[in-house]
Structure formats: structure tokens, C-alpha cells
């Protein structure tokens, strides 16, 4: 076991508020303690996401209940509305979302992609018409951090632009450039101690930008790293060439997180390289969709197959949902409209996100991870339901 | 205390069974507890509704904090969607519930009155055309028994007539001798013995149709009387009215239930002309539009002037909600759209309706119900938000 990085604390005047321990290579699978404000963070980790400060239909008492130590809330939406003094005077986002465990809150970058037909970007920062009155919204360096200041999040992120999977060498080069300016801005702008800033790293699928991005950001000395700008359309084989070299090619001594991913097999794949932490909407959005995930692949509650069948969506599974709810019954609420449906699904995938990270953790200890991912993946059909669930 | 009756034991062959016991004298406020398969209900009690085999957004755990001992669901929503035998086949209502205290089937009667569009009614029954695909569903005493003895809740009703406020003489008095034809219909077909079944009093306005209704379905010697046709549009004075001399001619022994009602004006109301049993929608769809019930009437919580208000919906509230989120918040749920707006108004308004009734069960208890009423009423403003809130 490493110890926590004690030059860390030294260097940047941080306790060891934010120290993080990891044991296994650099580039490869390792299992690790982030710690923060509110609590430890095991690793590797998953992040359900509440956008709105919420995990969309569900208390903070059911999002502990799956495992989750960290969720992450969005910026961008947050400043639309309700507003971060809103948040600030509310009593900060933990006492908002009555979540006791550590948050962490996105920049409002990825917005610069998902949105791209409502913003602007500038070297000042990104122009967004928001998206739900019209009404301009200006997110700079500074005032990204400072609204994140105001929600108080333990892990915030710098605002950095992020540029679709299509983009090519000198757009993606741009980026990468405007990237670190913001970071450098982002880092003078942050004024709490009790939050831990973490740069971003950008270059889409070139190697060289890549690596560039790493070693500027590198020198800004942040507390943690995330990977952006995948997960955009690229696939798994050309996530997993980019992520290796890159995730390795950061500080072995702070957390890596891969920003929006995502799909068992992106994450088995990048926790084999050395990534210690992921945000995803797949586990609610595909719940309030009415799909859940199992081992042998997702579900489909809508499907007639469904109708009369009392087992639970998942035999070996301990969430509320799989205890007391069968795959007819889910049915049933899914095509009735009924709210629990939608809120039982995500709350069933998100214990499913939270029992896989367990199982991985588990796994890299005990030094057999490769094979444990072989096997899960060899098990897991992600177009879905097989004759098994007949 | 009034001791179980056991000649109903004896009389109809059911066991102790659904023993009711009460205290308070026959034509005002009484305390009581009905026992069921599924465990007792303390009386007065108000019961959540579940339409679709859910209450709204809440699982079957959170309904249960609100106190709640005996929820209701609708036989005829059930049976136009998934079908009483998929219920039936997925193990029944309890299971499909994930409930394990008692439920009540209504038994389609009250859609008579509400889907008027879409029924037709005939001495045989009533042909509905469903509000899902508009197939027909023809639902008469024996098919609406069969498929609650498919559903299989612990309390069941009787398929009845119920005409509108504005119903004349001739139409009232000719639903209440059809919805007598129909009780005795519903008596013969009856198959489960661990079910109680109940009739539905109706005869609208006119005292002398109440009469004959109470006469005509007491001589079928019932569990339990459910009185229907009321809170139909005909308002809290003519409500009161009508109920009173209904309830006290009701067998004193017997359970007796309000249908559909409410307010809690209507509820304090009821309770002292002797009703033991409510259930409404009110506590749960205003929920989902953003109201909260408090003891000095409802908070709109679309309001700017909650925006930046950190206290609880009500102080002295044990709910989940008031223990954990502030109004500030909640406005921001419901502005935002969020489910979790809507689940946790509807659990605090649940709550709040459960308190009413532990309150004035004590308050029986100790002799000063009406003194109760009278204070409670004295500072509840049922037209909403006033300047105490601010």
C-alpha cells in the first residue's frame, strides 16, 4: 500500500483532507482510499449522477443503500437554476441533497459539447442561452469555480473544453491548449481549502495531445485527474488506445477519473488501466427507461416475457428493488406510467454499478482482476436479454 | 370496549378473523381496531391510495413510516391493467405490493361515477370501454367479485351505483335498490373467507333513500359498510348532513367507511358522526402538484417566497421529508420536475394524514374530540398560505 502522498500536503499548503492511498501498478488495476470532507471514497469507484442535486427519483438514503461513497451534480444545471447563492444559502449542496458522503460537481465543460447548439466558446469561456428560458449564462474559469465554491462539493473540476470524437488534430489541439489556460485560471480562481480541484485532461484520440495535456496539467499539481472528451462516440477500442497510455501516464499518487463513462465493459476495460473513479447516467437514465442491468446483460421490462415471471431481476442482488419486487410486477409499473417503476430500475442499476465495483475491488486484491473481467465479460450480453431470462 | 361481536362469527361462519372492536358511543367519535389476516387497523384510519397496485413514487417501506396500516387499491384498474389473474399468478396483491400490512379493493363502482364517458350501466353490470385501449370490459356483481377474490386484498367491496350529487330522486332511488340487487349478487359469488367483503350504502341526499340503503344491505350482515356517493360535488355541509343520521344507523359493530373523502374538515367531521375509515387521493396527487398539507393549511411550493426558506414543510412533522429537506429544496425539485419533488410532498402529505388520525384516535381516547376538531380547525386554512408562512 502506498502511503498517502505527504509532499502533497507540503507542497500545497492541503492537510490530508484529500490524501489518497492506491495499491498496484501504474498502469495497471488498482484499489485505493480517496479521502475527503465527507468521508472516504473507495476505489475504484462509481458516481451516480443527480444533475438537479437529486439522483433522479431516489432519497439520499436509497442512493447510499448502493454502495455509492461519492455522487456528482451538475454546474451548469445548478446555475440555471436554482441558482448556486440558491444552493449557497440553502445550506451548500450536501445539506441540499441530504447526502453526508462526498460530492463532486462538474465544470459545465461537458455542457460545452452536449449543448453545442445553445453556447459559444471564447478564450474568455463558453456563452450558453440556457436551456430552459433562453436566458444567457457567461461560465468562465473563475466563475465556474466560484459557483462551484458556492455549491461545496468536495471534488470540483476546472472548466475545460471538450470537443467531440469527429474532431480533428487542430481543433482537438486548440482545446487542449484553451484546456490548460482555463486550468491555470481555474486554480488561481478556487478559494476553499475544504475542496479539492481537479484538472481535466483533454486531446480526444491523439496520442501526442494527449500527452501534452498530462504534462501541462501535470505541472499545475492537482490534487486529482480526469479524463475527458471520451465516451463521445469513439467506441470501446479506440477509448481503451487512448486511455492506456494516458492514464498511465499520470501521477501514480492522485485519483484518475474518467469523466461520463458508462458501460460495464468502457469500465472493466479502464479500471484494467489504472482508473480509479466514473460518473455515468446509464444506470438511472436506462432505469427510468425501463431497463435493468444483470450479469447475464440488460433486461427489458417492457418485453411480454416479463408479465408473469415472480423471479427478481436479479437472484444474488441485495437492493430493495431485487428483494421485494419481481420482474412482473416491474413490468407492470413500467408500462403503467407508475413513477416506482423508473425509481426501483435506477436504484436496482445502481446497486448493479455498485456491486460491480465492489466485485472489482475485491478481485484486484486479491490480484486476479484480469481474469475476473474475462469472466464477467465472457457472462454479459450488452444487446441484451438471451434465452436464459426465457 | 366493546367486545368482538361474536355472533357474527357464529352467524356467517367467519372466524375472529375481522373482529372490530370500538369504543365511543354509535352516533359519534369512536376509537376502535379492525383486525385482518394482514394484522390490525387502528381506527379512525385513513387509508393511502394505490390505484394501480402503487402508491405513487413511494414504496411500500416508506408508506409504511407514515403509519398507514391498510392501503387501497382499484379493482378496476387492475383488471383493465396487467389483469387481476396476472396479479393473481405473481403471488397477488400483497406480493405485488410488497406490502405486508392490510389492503382494501375498491370495486369499480366508484368508475361508474367518474368514467361516465366510457360506461354504460345495465341491471347486469357495467360495460366499460377502458381508458388504456378502449377494449371493453364488462364489469357485474360476480365478475367484479371473482376477480377481487383474484386480487386478493384482506377488505373488498361490493359493486355499486354511484349517481352524482346533482342525481334526482327517481335515478338515486333506483341506484340504491340496484346496488342492493347487486350486493346480494356480490354476497352469493363471494369465495374467500380470508376476505372480508363490504356493502356500499348510496342513496345520494335524500335521507329517506339512506335509510333504505343502511336497511336493505344491514340485512345482508356485512363485516363492514362502506357509505358511497358522497364528496361527489355536494359540499361539506350536505356531506355532514347526509352522514351523520347514515352512520348512526349503521350497525354499531360493524366497521364503517367513508369513501373518497378528503378534507381534513370533511375527515374531523366524519369521524365525529362515528366514520372509521377514509381514503383519497388528495394527500398524494396534490403532492405530485407541489402542495404540502400543514397544520395551518396547504404550502404551495412553486412559490418564490419558499426559494431560499431552509425549515422543514412542518416542524413538528417525523417524516422523512421534514427530517431531511427544506422547502427551499423542495421548491427547487418541483420546479425542476423532479420526482423526487413529487414522492416526498406525497410522503410528507401521507404523514400528515396519519398524524390526523393518531391525533384524534388520542383525542377520542381522552374524551376531548371535540375540543380537538374545534382547535384544529380554528388553525388550519384550507385556501392555503398565509402570512404566518412568510
Excluded at 437514465?285 to 415472480?310: I, Q, S, W
Excluded at 430493495?320 to 419486487?325: N, S, T, V
Excluded at 413500467?334 to 425509481?343: I, P, Q, R
Excluded at 486479491?366 to 450480453?381: I, N
Aim: charged content about 25%.
Amino acid at each position: 500500500m502506498t502511503e498517502p502522498d505527504s509532499q502533497q500536503a507540503d507542497r500545497s499548503g492541503r492537510a490530508a483532507m484529500f490524501a489518497f492511498a492506491s495499491r498496484g501498478p501504474g498502469d495497471g488495476p488498482r484499489v485505493g482510499c480517496f479521502q475527503t470532507p465527507h468521508g472516504p471514497v473507495d476505489t475504484p469507484a462509481f458516481m451516480p449522477v443527480g444533475t438537479q442535486a437529486t439522483v433522479k427519483g431516489l432519497t439520499a438514503e436509497q442512493v447510499a443503500t448502493t454502495g455509492a461513497q461519492v455522487v456528482l451534480a451538475n454546474t451548469y444545471h445548478l446555475v440555471v437554476r436554482p441558482g448556486a447563492e440558491v444552493i449557497e444559502r440553502l445550506g451548500g449542496l450536501h445539506r441540499v441533497m441530504g447526502w453526508d458522503r462526498a460530492i463532486l460537481t462538474d465544470s459545465g465543460g461537458f455542457q460545452v459539447f452536449s449543448l453545442t447548439a445553445i453556447r459559444q466558446v471564447s478564450d474568455e469561456g463558453v456563452r450558453f442561452a440556457n436551456h430552459v428560458d433562453g436566458a444567457e449564462l457567461m461560465l468562465t474559469p473563475a466563475s465556474a469555480i466560484e459557483a462551484q465554491n458556492r455549491l461545496g462539493a468536495d471534488l470540483i473540476m476546472c472548466l475545460d473544453e471538450c470537443v467531440g470524437a469527429q474532431a480533428d488534430y487542430e481543433t482537438s489541439r486548440s482545446a487542449v491548449e484553451r484546456t490548460t489556460r482555463w486550468a491555470r485560471a481555474c486554480k488561481a480562481a478556487h478559494r476553499r481549502e475544504d475542496q479539492a480541484l481537479f484538472g481535466i485532461v483533454q486531446g480526444q484520440l491523439f496520442a501526442d495531445l494527449r500527452r501534452q495535456s498530462v504534462e501541462e496539467l501535470g505541472e499545475l499539481d492537482f490534487p486529482g485527474y480526469a479524463i475527458g472528451g471520451l465516451s463521445v462516440g469513439e467506441g470501446h477500442e479506440r477509448m481503451m488506445e487512448t486511455l492506456g497510455p494516458t492514464a498511465a501516464a499520470l501521477p501514480a499518487g492522485r485519483p484518475r477519473y474518467l469523466m461520463g463513462v458508462g458501460e460495464p465493459a468502457d469500465l472493466l476495460g479502464a479500471i484494467g488501466r489504472g482508473v480509479d473513479m466514473f460518473d455515468c447516467v446509464l444506470p438511472t437514465r436506462n432505469g427510468r427507461n425501463g431497463f435493468a442491468f444483470t450479469a447475464d446483460g440488460p433486461l427489458k421490462l417492457r418485453n411480454e416475457r416479463h408479465r408473469l415471471d415472480d423471479r427478481p431481476v436479479e437472484d444474488e442482488c441485495d437492493c430493495y428493488c431485487c428483494r421485494r419486487m419481481s420482474r412482473g410486477v416491474l413490468r407492470h409499473l413500467v408500462m403503467s406510467g407508475e413513477m416506482l417503476g423508473a425509481s426501483m430500475l435506477s436504484l436496482h442499476n445502481l446497486r448493479f454499478f455498485g456491486r460491480l465495483m465492489e466485485q472489482a475491488r475485491t478481485a484486484i486484491g486479491a490480484g486476479r482482476f484480469e481474469a475476473f473481467a474475462a469472466d464477467w465479460l465472457a457472462r454479459y450480453r450488452p444487446g441484451g436479454e438471451t434465452d436464459k431470462d426465457s
